[in-house]
Every structure is written in structure tokens, then in C-alpha cells.
């Protein structure tokens, strides 16, 4: 694998990544922003109170104190995840939202510190109704925060799904076609006509796409050259540069939707072209990335879950290394994992397949 399919894997995955970690920092920072606004609050009304109400205060005061704990995990999880800038943003942007909250809020914290002032039984009863809904408040905001990460686990594995799928589709394509290559070619498509025939799409080293019709036996029936890979549409979202060599790299599209990544000389030339490889690399470290998210929020639950793992003894392993493991027969059992606390990936089961 050359250096620039090496990056283009590492972009596609880094997108995954930031995608998901934006929805995961802005949903943290969002929660901490209405936790530190509701906070603020509570504090004002417990300056209005007089010094001889004890008991109110320190009601008062420890509802307050509750809110640390929350805001506490809130900031470990930005930050075992690296989103403290991405949490502080969304914490600014939600006390900005909330100005005009705040302001009329303040007006009736006003309006309760001159009623508590007639009654100390008034006040109290005043300050605890607005604890209640604070409380409240809190329970949603919480909610909303622990629905935002089960999205971002579900759309995580959903994407682990699909590429497992297609990385199993894509290594028995190469499996069955390979040998029916020209040497140099690389496939970028391959499917059955009406008729039972094969008919693969490829690109040999010059740049030309060869459409070739193999029988059911492999022999070859037909081979005709439709066109020249540099004349393909960019790929969307997708933009042409110069790398340091001068040369001009573009990612193109093929009518099968496969992508190519194109190395032009200054004449328009085709000097190199790379396919994207596998996705069962992408695949881990989506399924890794995906179940570190669920242990920053999780808390307990994740605590309980890893008591479950060690009565069942389960390999800690990706799913991709287990269907390798199996495909190759190897005990897991007996691989040392290399992967985050100590899990267990692909290349160690090749590793100890070898």
C-alpha cells in the first residue's frame, strides 16, 4: 500500500472519527450549559435568603452542591475523548442562547427575595419550588444527553456493520477474480449479466478501463476498452490539489462507484493511480472509537457490563478479529491483544496465525 492510499484511508476514517465527536461534544456541552445556567440561579436565591434561615440555606445549599458532581463527569468525558474545546464552544454558545433567560429569571428571583423578606415560611416554600424545577430540568437535560450518545452508539454501529459487510464482500471478490486479472490491473467492479456471465471492470497501469466477459468457467469471452480512467468525473466532495512532487492528485468516480485516487503529471499524463483499500481497518477503529464514547458516558453501567465480560470470559476482541480468528482458526484465547487495554485486533490475529 503506497503512502497516499495510506492517507486516504486515514481521512476516511479521521471523518467518521470528528463526525461523531462533534455530535458527542456539542451534546455534552449543551447539558453542561443548562446545568451551570440552572446552578446560577439556585446560588442568587440563596443570597437573598437572610443568614437566620438555616435550614433553607443549607437545603438550598445542597442542591446546589449536587450539580458539581454531574458537571464533573460531563468535563472527564470531554476530556478522555478530547472535547474540552469542543464542550467549552457549545457551553458558551448555550449561555449566549440563554441571556434572555436568564434576565427574566433574575426578575422573579427579585420578585421571591422581596416576599421572602415579609415571611421567612413564604421564602422557603418559594426556594424549594424553584429547586423542584430545577431538579427538573436537570432529569431532562440528563436524558437528552444519555439519548445524543445512544444515536452516536447506534449510528457507530451501524456504520460497523456495513463496513464489515462490505470489507467480507470486497475480500471475496478479490478471492474469485483475482487470477482472471491482467498483471498491474486492478478491479473495480465485477457482475453476472442475464445470460451467467462475469463481466469485470478494470484499469490497467496506462489508465485505460477494460471491460472484460468471462463464461462460468472463467474463460474469457470478450475484452473491449471503454474509455481512459482520466477522463472520469470528480468525485463529490472530493478536491483536487498538488502534492510536494508537483504532481496533481484527483480522486475520480467509476460508473460502479468505485473511487480512484489519480496522479497526474503536468501534460495531464496518468503517472500512479491507487484504489482504497479494505475497509476492515476503518472497520476497528470505528467499533474501538464507538465503544470508548459508551464507557466515557456509561459510568456504572460500564462498570457492571465489564463484571458480566469477565464471568462470561469473553475475548476481548473486535468482532473483525473474531470473524478472522475463525476464518483462520485461531484461539483467541492464546493472542495478546495490542489495541486499547489490551484489545485484541486483526493484525494479531494474523500475527499469531503466522
Not at 95 to 106: I, P, Y
Not at 142 to 152: E, H, I, P, T
Not at 170 to 191: D, F, H, K, R
Request: aromatic share 2%; hydrophobic share 30%; proline share 2%.
Amino acid at each position: 500500500m503506497t503512502e497516499e492510499a495510506q492517507n486516504l484511508a486515514q481521512k476516511i476514517q479521521e471523518q467518521a472519527v470528528n463526525s461523531a465527536k462533534d455530535f458527542y461534544g456539542d451534546a455534552l456541552g449543551q447539558a453542561k450549559g443548562q446545568l451551570e445556567s440552572s446552578r446560577s440561579e439556585l446560588e442568587k436565591v440563596l443570597e437573598q435568603l437572610p443568614e437566620d434561615q438555616e435550614e433553607a440555606r443549607s437545603q438550598i445549599q445542597e442542591m446546589i452542591d449536587s450539580y458539581q458532581s454531574i458537571t464533573d463527569s460531563i468535563d472527564e468525558a470531554a476530556q478522555n475523548q478530547g472535547l474540552e474545546d469542543t464542550v467549552d464552544e457549545a457551553v458558551q454558545q448555550a449561555q449566549e442562547t440563554a441571556e434572555g433567560a436568564v434576565d427574566q429569571a433574575q426578575e422573579t428571583a427579585g420578585q421571591a427575595t422581596e416576599q421572602a423578606q415579609d415571611t421567612a415560611e413564604q421564602a422557603t416554600e418559594q426556594a424549594q419550588e424553584a429547586a423542584g424545577e430545577a431538579t427538573e430540568q436537570a432529569g431532562e437535560v440528563a436524558d437528552q444527553a444519555q439519548g445524543a450518545v445512544g444515536q452516536v452508539a447506534e449510528q457507530a454501529g451501524e456504520a460497523v456493520e456495513g463496513a464489515q459487510e462490505t470489507a467480507e464482500g470486497a475480500v471475496e471478490e478479490v478471492g474469485e477474480t483475482a487470477e482472471n486479472l491482467a498483471p498491474g490491473s486492478q478491479l473495480l467492479s465485477e457482475v453476472t449479466n442475464d445470460a451467467g456471465q462475469t463481466v469485470q471492470r478494470a484499469v490497467d497501469e496506462s489508465g485505460d478501463i477494460i471491460e472484460t466477459t468471462l463464461d462460468e468457467s472463467g474463460n474469457l469471452l470478450d475484452e473491449d476498452i471503454t474509455g481512459k480512467i482520466t477522463d472520469l468525473p470528480a468525485a463529490e466532495g472530493y478536491e483536487e490539489y498538488t502534492n510536494e512532487e508537483g504532481q496533481t492528485v484527483r480522486t475520480v468516480q467509476d460508473e460502479s462507484g468505485s473511487l480512484l485516487e489519480l496522479k497526474l503529471g503536468e501534460d495531464g499524463s496518468l503517472l500512479d493511480l491507487e484504489i482504497p483499500p479494505s475497509t476492515e481497518e476503518v472497520t476497528e477503529e470505528v467499533e474501538e472509537t464507538t465503544e470508548q464514547a459508551q464507557q466515557a458516558v456509561g459510568g456504572e453501567s460500564g462498570e457492571e457490563g465489564d463484571g458480566e465480560e469477565e464471568e462470561s470470559q469473553e475475548p476481548n476482541a473486535t468482532e473483525a478479529a473474531k470473524q478472522k480468528a475463525e476464518e483462520l482458526g485461531v484461539d483467541l484465547s492464546q493472542v495478546e491483544g495490542s489495541g486499547a487495554d489490551g484489545r485484541i485486533i486483526v493484525k494479531d490475529v494474523m500475527g499469531a496465525q503466522q
